[in-house]
């Protein structure tokens, strides 16, 4: 249950993130109501502690303190210009558009700018919410440091948390995701042709699950390690573990296929599994396929200090074994090929195991295992710490995306005063709130439109939630404000999920506290539907109107950055494979996963289901298959190429460098003609590059295994670029007759 919640969770953030407020808002009651303060201000109470826990996002805990300390006098100055200018309507509109545009432009000054432009808005609303006056400052001067001294006390008391300890939590989750992963392998062995597409979904999933999991392993490596060295080391091996696992999935998915399965059938949603193959079948080769991807499983997720015995020894030395070509069974090609993916999926577990738990017990080693271990001490000795990239220019002014923001926000929520106004001179704030919030993490107008209509959606059948809660609730405070704290924990925990259900339980939560405020009513909760409505389409307008970046625009933005780190992988693998000097490619492949990430975040409101561009989703769909397939070639191609210099087995072949020239000549073109379309780019053509490597192709010596290595990842990735050439308008090059 322990695994299956780290693996749900990695790193257990959304847990302590909903915990942390929780308590925070808990202690808060508790100490106010102890002072035996009124309904009214424990319900400020709550809202200042949520505000004041959620808003610190800094990773240290000494800045988490400052940043803690520093948000304290301005909650206490937002919440006394709120109570001052209640009143005064036209004064107290312009100040709040200010606050807005200050709040948003301090992001530019990085988490701590962040946490104290949020405080600073969340705080004003709270002024808003409570009806807060001058006669009842000196009482929200106590309620709101109540409120901070209990969010300190659950932040560095109850639930700390250190960059140290999440990283730990975060390994775990990963060698929780890798079992499951192989788990699913394990059932797709099995599968029969009814089940075959929807294990084939799971293992889509999965997959994608252990990657998100490595890339924020990766975030979080310079706060989390002692040294440079320990970071690289672990990267390293959570890359190996990564592309090992997702390269035994395409070898099981080619042996039960009657040829060999394209890369792009593991990326692209809605994609089927090819039949005809060899598998499932009954007899000693599968199961013993099947006895070993368990045995993956276990030596994958079983820490060495939860192992006892040598059960697990015998284990990793018969996975080990595979990877000598005496020891694999008779089968079939493919099958032989599964085998051998087992061996090396085996090797990469070892490397895994040994960076997380430490050196372990070397004396059941059987020669193959010696060997790997052999490597592993090789590679670890071979790795460098790298220089820090020089940083980009920024750019400044409007250009600046915080500026360009915070002049967005400002004019969304003047349009959202002006009509909340009219719909209600007292609750008009949630218009302005709604116009916040679908600004946060966004930045084309695409991206706001579908958050937007996912908050009017989450509003509704939260008003609907709310007037059944506030029937049942009736009169009882305190059980209400039991609801309230799990409807605080609910929505954070569900936040990073899905928009749609953290806007159901805030909304459910809003018809808590309107019954605690004795202001609830049917009329309340329908002008609350409204006022969403009516942010979220000022947000829409300004985004539309102001300084805008349509999804077009911000897309192709980021599918020229993926192409351009691509593109600066395969040049240095290649180069390195072929006998140049090493390169810092485990950082360089990051970089490209992480700009994929980004890309992949700006196409949802391409890929939205309820998009009427149907074509188009298909399109963008199929795109960001094939640049996640190229990816993990890349991946594969820098793995290999950080092996050369350390493996005694392997040697470079020159021949790469062209190979290599020509796949990124093509990567570039197409990066030229999304830049600008009206580039006349083509792709270069020619023979397939398994007819250029093959061993007897005149005057090109045999160079050990690296070329068979890396040949089908070349071949791939070369076909995978082709592909992109079509949907993204660049033709191959006309041949010469």
Known sequence: MWDRLAASDPGLLRLTAGLRTVSAIALTLVVLAVLRFPVPQLVAGAIAAMAATFAIREKQRPRQAVTLALGLPVALASVSLGAYLNQRVLVGDLFFVVLIFGAVYGRRFGDRGTALGLVGFQVYFLSLFVGAAPAALPALYVVITVAFGCAALARFVLLPQTPAGTLDRLRRAFRARLGQLFATQLELLDAGPDDADKVLRELRTRTARLHETALMIQGRLADGTADEAAARLLQRRIADAEIAAERLGLLLLTARSAERTDTLTLHLPGAHLPSGGELPVRDGATDQLRRDLAALRLLAMRPAGEASGTALAHLRNRLLGYREEENLPQASPAVQDVFRGVGEAGRAVLGLRIALDGPQDESDDTPATARSREELDAEDVGIEVSEEDEAKPEPTGLGRPTTRAAVQVAVGSALAIAGGELLSSQRWYWAVLTCWIVFINTASTGEILVKGYRRLLGTVLGVVAGIGLAALVGNHAWTAFVLVLLFVFTMFYTAPLSYTLMSFFVTAMLGLLYTLLNTYSLSVLVLRVEETALGAACGVIAAAVVLPIHTDRRT??????????????????????????????????????????????????????????????????????????????????????????????????????????????????????????????????????????????????????????????????????????????????????
């Open 556 to 737: 192709n933005d980021l599918l020229v950055d993926v192409l351009e780190r691509l593109a600066e992988v395969t040049r240095s693998a290649a180069d390195q494979l072929s006998g140049g000097a090493p390169a810092d490619l485990v950082d360089k492949a990051r970089e490209l996963d992480q700009a994929l990430a980004d890309l992949r975040a700006a196409t949802q409101p391409l890929t939205h289901p309820v998009t009427p561009l149907r074509s188009r989703r298909d399109t963008a769909r199929y795109v960001m298959a094939l640049l996640e397939t190229c990816a993990y070639h890349a991946r594969s191609l820098a793995a290999t190429a950080e092996l050369l210099p350390t493996h005694p087995s392997m040697a470079a072949d020159p021949r790469l460098r062209t190979v290599g020239r020509r796949i990124v000549r093509n990567i570039e073109s197409i990066a030229a003609r999304v830049a600008d379309p009206r580039t006349a780019a083509a792709l270069e053509t020619g023979p397939s590059i398994a007819s250029l490597l093959e061993p007897g192709t005149p005057r090109s010596p045999r160079y050990g295994r690296v070329t068979d290595r890396v040949l089908r990842h070349l071949q791939r990735l070369d076909e995978s670029v082709s592909g992109l050439g079509r949907p993204l308008g660049v033709a191959p090059e006309p041949r010469v007759r």
